[in-house]
């Protein structure tokens, strides 16, 4: 079977669209780290989590069901995966990343939370039969490379061993397994009922667990909500409608194209961007590391997806 030029080129359109919408999913989740800043030490962390995501929730279901999409038919099989989607990249991955933040600096969490492009390929090729060659192993360890300088390089003193620090390190690789969990062995069920109902049923199962655990603990209260100012809530709908419901649907949109691999290794410009953000909006300063750091995991992601 031959392939004519017209199709090639929109083939290749169509994937030069898929990265772009990746690399904006990227920018997009360095922007969380901003808007987190305005919640923390204010808003619990679980509250905060719930809240997040209650957002996205209800920006989900409005999408679908202005497409007059809401229910659609779901196998056993479909139910169970969408239920273990949001137990682990929904649930555990906020409640190891939030308890992991306890006994550790967020720059030493970010350092773990690099390893994500490795892993997702690593559990890829071992669990899905994605494949990787010479090329896509060099881009892969690159991106590890270039985020991991950005982040020493804005503090190097996260390397540093402290008292309990190892409790931490154990709560934020949990939550790394959690995202390499969610982008895995999402493919299958993105396949068959689209990237779309994916998040929005994943994230709403996510959603109700983090509830539950929130009534556990007892960090709910409405004193609690009335407390939180207008920056905060803003902040809130960034994290809920832009950072989770809209990236969350672009990131699994480019999980069906190009695969777990080539769409994870887009995660190592998270710290990057975040960066850039923080220096553009909370006046903090760069450094030629920084951009020598970025331009390594942009190389990297180019090798990737060569």
Known sequence: MTISAPE??????????????????SFIWGGTFVAGRYLSGEVAPLLAAFLRFLLASVTLIMIISFKK?????????????LLVLGFFGIFSYN????????????????LIVALNPALIA???????GEKLSVLNIFGVLACVIGAAIVILSK???VVIPLADAWKGDVFILGCVLSWVIY???????????????????????GTFMLLFALLFYGDISMSAIELISRQQVLSLIYLGVIGSAC???????????????????????NPLSAVVLSCLILG????????????????????CNK
Request: glycine share 8%.
């Open 247 to 269: 990236a969350y649907i672009w990131y699994y949109d480019g999980i069906r194209e190009v695969g777990a691999t080539k769409a994870g290794v887009f995660i190592a410009l």
């Open 183 to 205: 982008s895995v062995f999402s493919k299958k069920i993105v396949m068959e009922i689209g990237p779309v109902h994916t998040v929005t049923y994943s994230v709403v199962a």
């Open 155 to 157: 503090n190097a003193s």
């Open 8 to 25: 090639v080129l929109a083939f290749n359109g169509s994937k030069n669209l898929v990265y772009i919408k990746l690399a904006m999913v």
């Open 95 to 110: 409640l190891c990343f939030f308890y992991g933040l306890h006994y550790i600096s967020a720059s030493r969490a970010s």
């Open 284 to 303: 903090e300063s760069l450094s030629m590391a920084m951009f020598a750091g970025g331009a390594i995991a942009i190389v990297g992601i180019y090798f």
């Open 69 to 81: 999409e809401l229910i659609i038919q779901l196998t056993k099989a479909q139910l169970l995966r």
């Open 122 to 128: 690593l559990a890829a090729f071992m669990f899905r």
